[in-house]
């Protein structure tokens, strides 16, 4: 899959703090969490990078230091890899403008940092092109829109209507509900009617204002797509990958353990696990549709089943951690304890009964 001439640049957008994920995000920006052996936004730079882009800016507010420190200058992967730092928050559409220094003038990918997806960027930019249309949109069908922004279109793929999170009276029986899917193209016009150092959000401020003027096209894709916002996604994004659902990701298996972790031939690795680097998984545990984090230790006959584990965590011989226990980098489980989900155990901390 190669892009057509021209759309060889991507701003990636993450900037934000991924409140709903901590205590996850506390010690790790969101795009940095890993998706088995990779962290989250390199999965989207290597789907960037097969559609043919050679530049990527990384639009950053929160915790910046750990991305550029992982890509630095992208040489190592054959791209040209800059950031930009947001002094405030200044909302996607902003946060678009504050990196346009680094850009070349000519159309552009825009991401949002967490949204994983297999879409075909190709034929994105051939909708684009097609419509002549300053800006276009990749939508994905949703069962109900009310949580999101609806998005209609004409028969030619033009956007005629926003409804921001819709209420019954304003879906029509039958209609496909489609919404923005966080993946554009955007042309250099549209980013000229980006106000600069100012906080405007691209999806509330920018489209309607270019959909005013018939500039915004929108191509609705049944790719895979799942906007990784909470720990329990995270996790179904880890069982995804495992079932081989996304197209430029191959499955590893039922279940994924790092050759760096350390695994007693007792151990039961279950469905869906998904062991980290220098994990260690003591004799006669189970761990199955989890996420076990770096250098995380499960104890002798210790359960872990359906829960999301940071780095570093402590699990007691004995202990029972079911359902969606979150659990941020250093937290501990005590011996024998039973710990059942939906859960927090804060970074550092001890988990109670």
Same mark, same amino acid.
């Given at each position: 899959m190669s892009a057509p001439a021209g759309v060889r640049q991507a701003v990636i957008l993450v900037g934000g703090q991924g409140t709903r994920m901590r205590p996850l995000t506390d010690t790790l920006p969101k795009p940095m969490l890993p %998706?088995?052996?990779?962290? !989250?936004?390199?999965?989207?730079?290597?789907? %960037? *990078?097969?559609? #043919?882009?050679?530049?990527?800016? !990384?639009?950053c507010g929160y915790r910046p230091r750990e991305i550029e420190e992982y890509f630095g200058d992208g040489a190592s992967r054959g791209l040209q890899v800059g950031y930009?730092?947001?002094p405030e928050p200044l909302g996607t559409a902003g946060a678009i403008a504050n990196a346009e220094e680094l850009l070349d003038d000519d159309d552009v990918f825009v991401l949002n940092g967490d949204i994983l997806t297999d879409l075909d960027l190709a034929a994105l930019v051939a909708h684009h092109r097609g419509l002549g249309a300053e800006a276009t949109i990749a939508l994905t069908p949703v069962d109900d829109p009310s949580a999101f922004g609806l998005v209609r279109t004409d028969a030619d793929g033009r956007v005629t209507e926003f409804v921001e999170k819709p209420g019954a009276?304003? %879906?029509?029986?039958?209609?496909?509900y489609r919404i923005n899917a966080g993946t554009y193209v955007l042309s250099p016009s549209a980013r000229r009617a980006i106000p600069h150092g100012q906080q405007v959000s691209i999806e509330r401020d920018t489209f309607p204002l270019l959909a005013a003027r018939g500039g915004? #096209?929108?191509?609705? *894709?049944?790719?895979?797509w799942r906007d990784i916002g909470t720990p329990g996604s995270y996790l179904d994004a880890h069982l995804d990958l495992l079932s081989g659902r996304v197209g430029f990701i191959p499955s590893p298996g039922a279940a994924w353990v790092s050759p760096d972790a350390l695994v007693d031939a007792s151990a039961t690795i279950g469905p869906g696990a998904?062991?980290?680097?220098?994990?260690?998984?003591?004799?006669?545990?189970?761990?199955?549709?989890?996420?076990?984090?770096?250098?995380?230790?499960?104890?002798?006959?210790?359960?872990?089943?359906?829960?999301?584990?940071?780095r570093q965590v402590t699990v007691g011989p004995g202990a029972r951690v079911t359902g969606l226990v979150v659990a941020g980098d250093g937290a501990m489980v005590p011996e024998g304890?039973?710990?059942?989900?939906?859960?927090?155990?804060?970074?550092?901390?001890?988990?109670?009964?």
């Open positions: %998706l088995l052996d990779l962290p !989250f936004v390199e999965r989207q730079v290597d789907h %960037l *990078s097969a559609a #043919g882009v050679e530049r990527v800016v !990384f639009s930009v730092v947001d009276d304003q %879906l029509v029986p039958g209609e496909p915004v #096209g929108a191509m609705a *894709s049944d790719c895979y998904c062991v980290g680097p220098g994990a260690v998984v003591g004799a006669g545990a189970t761990v199955a549709d989890c996420v076990v984090g770096a250098g995380t230790s499960v104890g002798e006959e210790a359960m872990v089943d359906g829960a999301v584990l940071g304890m039973a710990v059942a989900g939906p859960a927090t155990i804060p970074t550092g901390s001890v988990a109670s009964p």
